[in-house]
């Protein structure tokens, strides 16, 4: 089993996953509080889907307001970055590129890579997590 | 019990005498779920006691600051240290930190400024309507084991006003920000006093020197 769990933690180091935040964040558990992380990992989690629903709703709206969606990603680059979520990060901080330029399209194609790899991480945290049990 | 006052263990039977200091009280202020876990984890690690609002309005209310009379009976403990984003809606922490500075009952209390980005005129600007300290985020547990021993270690002198080295390291701070400066003649500490006299803590820190002579 911790084979498995080194395993996965390090195919998210090498894939750029995740960053030395949170290897920061995993040297503040200790036996008192053993999922810090995990809980940490669920709140980011849970903020992000409701960012990404806000930030869903306002390009449907076909006109981009580039600042109230460089305020969402303000917000989602913060929390990526408090977690160590490096991919995410660099998406959040291209997305806020094509906001200060006014590119619509660069916004809606840097999105959808952005909730890819949401995604990614999502799925491979929770078998991280699961696996650390 | 005033924090600066030292508090005595229990002794254990045949055990030494040991001695610790009071925990700090620390106003976490986010309005980032995500972080406000991580500062509370950061602080109470590191042995602080931790209330965290989310917004600076928030933040006044606690305090009792934000004139609604009934409010200021909200906080149990003193608050020896505020530590707040910058970056927030409605009140930012550089609005908040400035309403703090304005009040006669709180001005003493220090106030950290915390930001994802690092920018100099922000930078100064926090410092200058006098902040303590200014964190790069992610916060990590060394930035905050040194902002605790700034406090406790200006608590400790029994110093109301900026300790010394904070004023040399701040006048030093803004000698290295700006580049050939106009004051740069004059020394360290005086230009620093100079420029900035809206500080009250500053001049408090003149008028002690004076009245030692």
Do not use: W
């Amino acid at each position: 089993m911790q084979r498995q769990v080194a395993l996965i933690k390090q195919s998210l180091f090498d894939q750029g996953y995740l960053d030395e935040q949170f290897i920061e964040l995993e040297e503040l558990q200790d036996d008192a509080n053993p999922n810090f992380v995990e809980e940490v990992a669920t709140l980011y989690f849970k903020d992000s889907a409701r960012l990404i629903s806000n930030i869903e709703q306002a390009l449907e709206r076909g006109s981009f307001d580039f600042n109230r969606l460089d305020n969402y990603m303000h917000q989602f680059k913060g929390s990526s970055t408090s977690i160590g979520a490096s991919k995410v990060k660099t998406e959040c901080t291209m997305f806020r590129e094509y906001c200060r330029v006014g590119n619509a399209e660069g916004c809606l194609r840097t999105f959808k890579q952005l909730k890819k790899e949401h995604a990614t991480l999502r799925k491979k945290l929770e078998q991280y997590f699961q696996a650390s049990k | 019990m005033a924090v600066g006052e030292v508090m005595r263990m229990e002794i254990p039977a045949g055990g030494d005498m040991s001695v610790t200091s009071p925990e700090l009280h620390v106003l976490a202020v986010d309005d980032s779920i995500v972080d406000r876990k991580v500062i509370e984890r950061l602080l109470r690690i590191s042995a602080c006691k931790v209330t965290t609002v989310e917004s600076g309005a928030r933040a006044l209310q606690y305090l009792g600051l934000d004139g609604d009379k009934g409010a200021s009976g909200l906080k149990d403990l003193k608050v020896n240290l505020i530590v707040t984003d910058y970056s927030m809606p409605g009140l930012t922490g550089y609005d908040l930190l400035k309403k703090i500075k304005e009040s006669s009952v709180f001005r003493e209390i220090p106030v950290v400024i915390m930001s994802s980005e690092n920018i100099l005129p922000r930078i100064e600007q926090c410092l200058r309507e006098g902040a303590e300290d200014f964190l790069l985020k992610p916060v990590k547990l060394a930035d905050v084991k040194r902002i605790k021993e700034l406090i406790m270690r200006n608590e400790a002198e029994d110093c109301k006003t900026l300790s010394h080295s904070n004023k040399r390291k701040f006048a030093e701070y803004i000698d290295d920000a700006s580049s050939p400066s106009p004051s740069s003649s004059s020394t360290h500490d005086e230009s620093a006093a100079k420029d900035f006299p809206s500080s009250k803590r500053m001049k408090s820190e003149d008028e002690k020197f004076s009245s030692l002579l």
